[in-house]
């Protein structure tokens, strides 16, 4: 069997001018990084902004096992399928990060043969935005610190500050540091640490920002800390958003990329699913919208978190309204959330299978309260027996829920076709979806909805520091502001091990922290991890490269 690497440096790839010229752009509307990467220019958006939006189409999944369950396949196959039915489809993805590609799980360019190329360059630098945005990150910190070192005229307290370094990179010996130590010239002596890129508050701005100007002003807004007295100190009190903004300026246009079938994608942001709402750009998806006439989406992690953060966060900043949504379900995830062991999940069970879809009915029925029509696509693995498949089928078509068996990893778009002529149909009939709370809300309402109405839940336990956390934004009249909920993806509700599709069970929220230039609030459940690490034996040792340029073990 061929690796992703080998499928993809296998295909032909279009100069970026004529993958761009599919959707109207000329050479003028581009930045080009090499033959095949470019940006595509904010005026684009600009001069189509009164023209009607394409469909838009998300793509989540059901609570997955640790090895994906395959969305951003399905994502890129589902934009394939609808290019052969001849709709102008564009993709919309997320970029990944570079540390988790040395670690365990793996790019996020699709795979088989349905993937977004060149894919060791969309996994590497790319156009070097996440460079972009740890140096923005950085320059905040740097001006933080020397803030304090030359006077501190805002009396910033050093034992109260938030906002931490970041680095591209899974690195676990950075995530407690302490900085300024060796005397007077050095700064003053104070712990910090480091995040990855992904998970730095700038990336959730990128992501959600509208304009340059718009991304200055968030970027102003973000909370560093607190001073002696407990007030708050925002970015702008030290007067550097405009030197973030302009280290920002190539970095806020979207990147244009092609399938393995020439299919556009934009890719653009990828804040961490957790700490922040795990999507790609709003302005990559605006352009989109106004490029296409179908636009395919992905949101990280299952549709509990991802799926809830887009049509809440994403959508509402974004003013987008969805027409479909996918729900990715696999053979072996279902299986695991009937209880089958993970040896076993590779074995035919009926039994299991039967116990572990209640997951993805609750995800169905999850996606109805947002007005909302899933659309479940079965990713089907060489594993799946028929009387499997044949179950979920049936399964779904007593519940009126249209589904389709999606071979895009073995097939590419051909693979896909059913799914596109469901989502088609699903889509044409759409109305206004609609968020699940109002904003307005007080934060214990508003993450009460979420854990009673989305997980499953009964109840919501606040540790003292998270109660302590909600008063102080109260207090700043900060909290008319969604909410960011970080919690684990493999479970509905905040403990990984409940499978299936639990009820009856308290969520403990024991942190909450404000992104206030992003415009959201986090409530974190569990140990939530900002900053990963490299297994025992990294993904990395199985990568090279030879004199000619030849690259192995990227996937
Ligand atoms: P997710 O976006 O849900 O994390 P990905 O689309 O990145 O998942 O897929 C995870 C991994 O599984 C990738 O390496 C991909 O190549 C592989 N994969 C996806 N679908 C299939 C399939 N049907 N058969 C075999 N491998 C698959």
């Not at 060791?120 to 070097?128: A, K, P, R, S």
């Not at 092609?258 to 890719?267: D, G, V, Y």
């Not at 799946?384 to 089928?393: K, M, V």
């Not at 998270?466 to 009249?477: F, Q, R, S």
Request: net charge negative.
């Amino acid at each position: 069997m061929k690796t992703d690497i080998q499928i993809a440096q296998e295909s032909t790839m279009l100069h970026i001018r004529d993958v761009a010229a599919q959707l109207g752009l000329t050479e003028d509307d581009l930045d080009l990084y090499g033959k095949h990467k470019a940006k595509v220019s904010l005026d684009v958006l600009k001069a189509h902004e009164g023209d009607e939006d394409a469909k838009l189409i998300l793509v989540t999944a059901i609570n997955p096992t640790p090895a994906g369950e395959g969305k951003s396949t399905v994502t890129v196959g589902l934009g394939q399928a609808l290019n052969r039915l001849g709709k102008k489809a564009v993709i919309a993805l997320r970029e990944p990060s570079l540390g988790p590609v040395f670690g365990v799980k793996g790019g996020a360019a699709g795979g088989g043969y349905a993937q977004v190329v060149p894919m060791e360059d969309i996994n590497l630098h790319f156009t070097g935005d996440m460079h972009a945005i740890t140096a923005t990150n950085n320059l905040l910190c740097a001006a933080i610190d020397n803030h304090i070192h030359q006077g501190n005229a805002l009396s910033i307290d050093v034992r109260r500050i938030l906002f931490k370094r970041v680095m591209d990179m899974n690195d676990r010996a950075l995530r407690q540091v302490n900085v300024g130590l060796g005397g007077k010239p050095n700064g003053f002596p104070r712990e910090d640490g480091f995040m990855i890129t992904v998970a730095s508050e700038i990336m959730a701005i990128l992501c959600l920002s509208t304009s340059l100007e718009d991304l200055k002003a968030r970027m102003g807004e973000i909370l560093i800390g607190y001073n002696l007295a407990g007030g708050p100190v925002f970015c702008k009190d030290l007067e550097i958003q405009g030197a973030m903004a302009l280290l920002m300026k190539d970095a806020i246009k979207p990147n244009l990329v092609q399938t393995l079938e020439n299919t556009p994608a934009l890719i653009h942001g990828g804040p961490f699913a957790n700490i922040a709402h795990g999507c790609n750009s709003i302005l990559a998806t605006r352009t989109a919208l106004k490029l296409g006439d179908y636009v395919v989406t992905e949101a990280g992690f299952g549709a509990d978190l991802g799926a809830e953060k887009f049509l809440d966060i994403k959508c509402r900043f974004g003013g987008l309204n969805p027409s479909a949504v996918v729900i990715v379900a696999t053979v072996r995830a279902l299986k695991h959330h009937g209880g089958v062991a993970k040896a076993d999940l590779g074995t035919p069970d009926v039994e299991g299978l039967k116990k572990g879809i209640v997951n993805l009915e609750k995800q169905i029925a999850n996606i109805r309260k947002f007005n909302l029509e899933p659309v479940v696509a079965i990713n089907r693995f060489v594993t799946d027996s028929p009387e499997e498949l044949a179950f979920i089928q049936a399964f779904l078509e007593e519940r009126k829920v249209g589904v389709a068996l999606t071979e895009v990893w073995a097939k590419g778009g051909e693979g896909g076709l059913e799914l596109a002529e469901k989502v088609i149909a699903t889509a044409e009939k759409a109305g206004k979806y609609q968020p699940l709370y109002a904003v307005e809300a007080p934060i214990k309402a508003k993450v009460e909805t979420i854990v009673k109405e989305i997980y499953g839940g009964s109840s919501v336990a606040y540790s003292p520091a998270a109660e302590k956390a909600i008063k102080d934004i109260e207090a700043m009249g900060l909290d008319k502001k969604p909410i960011c909920m970080a919690k684990t993806q493999y479970s509905l509700s905040d403990n990984p091990k409940l499978l299936g599709a639990p009820t009856g069970f308290e969520v403990k929220v024991n942190e909450v922290r404000l992104s206030n230039g992003a415009g959201f609030i986090v409530c974190l459940t569990g140990d939530i991890m900002t900053m990963p690490g490299l297994p025992k034996v990294p993904a990395a040792n199985r990568m090279d490269i030879d004199e000619e340029g030849n690259i192995v073990g990227l996937f």
